[in-house]
């Protein structure tokens, strides 16, 4: 923490300051010293702070904002997939088709991977692989729903993998099958490690690459913190906390990271803590993720009754109930921070009841339980968020893109307290924000904009969709930077622009507290500092 003596080495000034205090106004200047706030106020207030070698940048107006924590990324992949085939907006099975084929003419020696389709756009049709096999015979394909919790195989990724008709589906899995029982490619939450295991894994170098794009393409959209979730496999995830910790101890990592592991591996991670310790404020470890559900995009969430547009099923555990049960009592008396994805309102309830005998086993613990996501939620488990202490984590872009189709798989009842923001922070919820990159966008501009409007992406619905659901945009930027930090534990030294915490903020193009909503979408990053230091500017 900077002491009291010596002029700042940094001030902004003529700004609009939003400080995430509550209550603070009138901010208009900045001084930093030492990778911290020094002091914020009036222009004249933090001018008697500079001295002959401070540096100075003129805000000219702009809306300065806390840097922003996106609470839930699968980072990593997030940079690999930057290279990857683009499958998010191909809108036609044509399209899908053309654009792996031409993927697979460029990169002949690769498994093609990522892709992140959606398959609502062109009516909610699976693809197959013999979409596909035609234009890829013999490069593998495994290219990834946008939710993650489905992927297309061609023909050879499902030879190389050894997956044939006889293969049964795996606990927590579903092989979707032609009707004479052979695979059409298509693999449900669990079944995906059937193929995913075949993958030959990334080089350090390819990884260390992947972490710098992911990392410019966050900065230059405001984020100075991000929670990675982690990737498909537990050795994966293990590899990604390698991979920051060697960005880290030389002195290379760009941004912030909190690095989950599998709660699976909860047992592994307390000796790593012991040996380790937990890292620093620019890398931390010391949480598990785990799942209780799959999604909604891909009918595998749990629910209490069925699918609307598929009565065979109400979703179904991705996890064995008593296996995660024990991993989560276990890791929450390791004194290892729990977090734990539930989407369906089954899923949500059965993991609130999981969490509530945790913490009567140790009542002294802070233990900060998260559920990410919070999808679909029941009215009582809305009133336990706030009650039990247990952190929703959402993204608000899923609103706007899953409500493009949310009420043919749940009816208009359900979809009343989907991503229900209002109703949790109206019972005082700890509300925390993210992406879910790649999954969404990792721009917190554009969450903003979907929490506060929730107008679908597909203009449908302009007033917004479940309107009664929105919230302001200054509660919107609270959750993506005061609900990050407390998310994370990082109250003390993260969050809002206060003396002492690190200086962490971006800068924006146009005043999102002034504007019309509906016009955040269009708004951008200008200036992204970490620790004081200009860690991307947008070219003018």
């Not at 499958?87 to 991977?113: M, S």
């Not at 197959?128 to 939710?147: G, K, M, N």
């Amino acid at each position: 923490m900077p002491d009291g003596s010596g002029p700042a080495d940094l001030v902004l000034t003529g700004g609009r300051i939003w400080t995430g205090v509550p209550g603070e106004t009138g901010v208009t200047a900045i001084a930093m010293r030492g990778g911290r706030i020094l002091a914020v106020g009036t222009d004249p207030e933090i001018e008697v702070l500079a001295g002959p070698a401070t540096e100075r940048i003129s805000l000219d107006g702009r809306r300065v904002v806390p840097g922003f924590l996106d609470a839930h990324t699968h980072f990593l992949e997030g940079g690999f997939s930057l290279s990857a085939v683009q499958l998010r907006d191909a809108a036609t099975p044509d399209e899908f088709t053309r654009r792996i084929g031409a993927f697979a003419a460029a990169h002949p020696d690769e498994w093609i991977l990522h892709g992140t389709w959606d398959h609502e756009l062109w009516g909610g049709e699976l693809p197959r692989r013999d979409w596909i096999d035609a234009v890829s015979p013999e490069t593998p394909v495994f290219v990834t729903r946008l939710d993650g919790h489905m992927g297309l195989a061609n023909s050879r990724a499902l030879e190389l993998a050894g997956v044939t008709a006889a293969t049964p589906d795996p606990a927590g899995g579903t092989i979707v099958r032609y009707p004479d029982g052979r695979p059409t490619g298509v693999l449900k939450d669990a079944a995906q490690e059937l193929v995913v295991r075949a993958v030959p894994p990334p080089s350090d170098a390819a990884r260390d690459r992947a972490l710098t794009a992911a990392a410019e393409y966050a900065l230059a959209r405001g984020v100075t913190f991000v929670t990675d979730m982690g990737s498909s496999t537990a050795m994966e995830t293990w590899e990604n906390l390698a991979t920051y910790r060697r960005a880290h101890g030389q002195g290379a990592l760009p941004l912030r990271v909190y690095s989950l592991v599998p709660i699976a591996t909860w047992s592994r991670l307390v000796e790593y803590v012991a040996a380790e310790g937990r890292g620093d404020d620019r890398l931390r470890w010391g949480g598990v993720k785990g799942y209780v559900d799959g999604s909604l995009g891909s009918t595998t969430a749990w629910f209490y009754a069925p699918y609307d547009d598929e009565p065979g099923t109400a979703g179904l555990m991705v996890t064995d109930t008593a296996e995660l049960r024990a991993d989560i009592l276990g890791a929450d008396a390791s004194n290892l921070h729990v977090i734990v994805h539930a989407i369906g309102d089954r899923a949500n309830d059965w993991l609130l009841d999981v969490f509530a005998e945790a913490r009567a086993a140790h009542p002294e613990r802070d233990s900060r339980f998260r559920v990410e996501h919070a999808q679909h939620l029941s009215r009582e488990a809305i009133a336990r968020f706030a009650s039990e202490g247990v952190i929703p984590s959402m993204q608000p872009y899923h609103a706007i893109d899953d409500g493009r189709w949310a009420v043919k798989r749940i009816g208009p009842e359900r979809i009343k307290t989907t991503y229900a923001f209002r109703e949790l922070l109206d019972a005082r919820a700890p509300l925390a924000l993210g992406s879910d990159w790649t999954v969404a966008p990792i721009d917190p501009l554009l969450g903003i904009y979907a929490a506060v409007t929730r107008r679908t992406i597909d203009g449908a619905n302009p007033d917004g969709w479940v309107p009664e659901q929105k919230i302001t945009v200054e509660e919107a930027l609270s959750g993506y930077t005061r609900g990050g930090a407390y998310a994370a534990s990082l109250e003390e030294t993260l969050g809002t622009l206060e003396p002492g915490k690190y200086a962490d903020l971006a800068v924006l193009s146009d005043d999102i507290l002034s504007i019309d909503p509906v016009e955040i979408e269009r708004v951008r990053v200008e200036l992204t500092m970490v620790d004081g230091v200009v860690a991307y500017r947008a070219s003018r």
